[in-house]
């Protein structure tokens, strides 16, 4: 990565803030190769160090963001330098949609139910008058469907690929397909934010955003996730007990 990092459970996490950030993408977009751009939340942070193979896969990204304000913690409670800010995929993506038509952003989304995508794309159209969405797929696919979905991708003439299959197949999906996507120029891990855009899954209000209590939030209407939040509390202690390398 060209930007300064920070290291957390050897995860390395871009220093930057979200204006940054959609500069960088920004630039990525208009370079003459493939970028991949991933955003970790602590959960994420933690399927990495428990999986080799998901840590190597995002050591090779060119952009890591702090999705989640855990991993903002994460920096803080550990020496060193500390991440200045939450830059979830979801507002990144946004932000860059605001300048997708100046700049001429074409995106494909990948991923998600069957219908989501497409129900995305109208919001997006709606909220971004202009906007150039070329392409959708859905993210429930057999291998067989794979050289179809990459000749879709490639013909639509997508620059940007925003994939939406959970980590770790999103970041593994991106790195074991960069070499047959020559148009893309940059490719993002984005989770569940086909949902988030598509208007199935609602953002928290704002006000929980700011004070950093989305998780809470999305606790108290979907009480199912509790189980995955106890991943919290265990990564925050790992980052505290940590001993190793954190810088580069
Ligand atoms: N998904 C998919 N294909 C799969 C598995 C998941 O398209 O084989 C989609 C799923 O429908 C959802 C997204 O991937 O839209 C994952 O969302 P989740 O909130 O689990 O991701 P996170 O942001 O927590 O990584």
């Known amino acids: 990565m060209n930007t300064k990092i920070i290291k957390i459970l050897e995860v390395p996490i871009s220093n930057v803030t979200m204006k940054e950030a959609v ?7 208009k370079s003459d ?21 998901f840590m190597e896969v995002i050591k090779k990204a060119d952009l890591v963001v702090p999705d989640g304000i855990g991993v903002v913690i ?9 991440l200045p800010e939450r830059v979830p995929g979801y ?4 932000n860059t949609m605001k300048q997708a038509v100046k700049e001429g952003y074409k995106y494909y989304f990948f991923g998600s139910k069957p219908g989501v995508a497409e129900q995305a794309a109208e919001k997006m159209r709606e909220t971004y008058p202009g906007i150039q969405i070329v392409g959708t797929r859905d993210g429930y696919f057999k291998l067989e469907d794979e050289p179809a979905i990459i000749k879709d991708i490639n013909e639509s003439g997508a620059n940007i690929l925003l994939v939406a299959l959970g980590a770790p197949k999103q970041e593994t999906w991106i790195e074991e397909h960069q070499h047959l996507l020559p148009n893309v120029r940059v490719a993002i891990g984005v989770g569940g934010s086909l949902d988030g855009m598509a208007g199935i899954v609602k953002r928290a209000p704002l006000i929980y955003q700011k004070l950093g209590l989305e998780w809470f939030y999305r ?10 939040m106890l991943v919290l509390p265990q990564f925050l202690i790992e980052v505290l007990l940590y001993k190793g390398d954190r810088k580069k």
């Open 33 to 53: 190769k493939m970028h991949k751009v991933y955003t970790p939340n602590p959960e994420i942070v933690m399927l990495a160090r428990n999986n080799p193979k």
């Open 91 to 94: 507002d990144l993506v946004q």
């Open 219 to 228: 606790l108290m209407k979907q009480p199912s996730r509790f189980v995955r």
């Open 23 to 29: 500069d960088i993408v920004d630039g990525f977009v």
């Open 74 to 82: 994460g920096s803080r409670l550990q020496k060193g330098d500390k």
